[in-house]
């Protein structure tokens, strides 16, 4: 089984200010790892995605992530904010093979609010 | 691609009575999932389906919920007896085949279900 951690319920950021979202992931099995955004009463919309290869990823929005395997995360960063990023954040993880392996799962996310 | 879409967006009902919820994946989409996601938590996984075929089901998902999806393309997921516990938003996802990789490909979320029992 799969869990995602995300400690940050909340963080608040002044706008053009860099920010860095924790995500920590603990699995037995070799996994994918996800960022998805959520905006009010929107469904998730995916910022971006490891699968393999370099462990810098960068997405869409100007966010980047990095995937530590040893630290077992996959931080999302973003170095200048705007107010239009206020949003939940969610760090998901899926196995690489196996039965169920397409089943995301999710940590609680974490709050961003840009302060003008 | 016009994304996945779903109705209702909202539904209050009464603790007792039935519901059903419809999803329309993206075209050509042969995967698509229901997750359920109550406030202040991630979205969790209830179930999914590979063309017609439900292949695996959540243990969050009792008795009293079933899902369908007849013909390969919409899903409908009822409730049946709802419950207070019920109310959360249900969230229908779709994805291409995966590729000859096997990468697990891209989930694209609808904007979801909000359901409120009173």
């Known amino acids: 089984a799969q869990s995602v951690t995300q400690l940050d319920s909340q963080v608040p950021v002044f706008e053009e200010a860099p920010v860095e979202l924790r995500c920590n992931y603990s699995?037995?099995?070799?996994?994918?790892l996800f960022w998805y955004v959520q905006y009010p009463n929107q469904g998730l919309q995916l910022l971006l995605k490891?699968?393999?290869?370099?462990?810098l990823v960068k997405g869409i929005n100007g966010f980047e992530a990095e995937f530590n395997k040893s630290q077992t995360s996959f931080h999302l960063r973003k170095p200048s904010v705007h107010i239009s990023d206020t949003a939940e954040y969610f760090c998901a993880v899926s196995p690489t093979r196996g039965f169920g392996n397409e089943k995301l799962t999710f940590g609680t996310g974490t709050r961003l609010t840009i302060i003008p | 691609d016009t994304g996945v879409s779903q109705n209702p967006r909202h539904k209050i009902t009464k603790r007792g009575q039935n519901v059903t919820f419809r999803c329309d994946p993206i075209s050509e989409h042969n995967r698509l999932y229901w997750y359920r996601q109550t406030l202040g938590q991630g979205p969790e996984f209830l179930t999914y389906f590979q063309n017609e075929a439900q292949l695996e089901k959540s243990r969050l998902l009792s008795d009293r919920f079933s899902a369908e999806r007849p013909k390969g393309s919409f899903s409908t997921l009822e409730i049946q007896r709802t419950e207070q516990g019920d109310s959360a938003m249900y969230l229908c996802?779709?994805?291409?085949?995966?590729?000859?990789?096997?990468?697990?490909?891209?989930?694209?979320f609808g904007p979801g279900t909000r359901l409120t029992v009173l």
């Open positions: 490891y699968l393999s290869g370099s462990t």
């Open positions: 699995s037995s099995v070799s996994v994918y």
């Open positions: 996802a779709s994805s291409r085949p995966l590729t000859s990789g096997g990468h697990t490909d891209t989930q694209y």
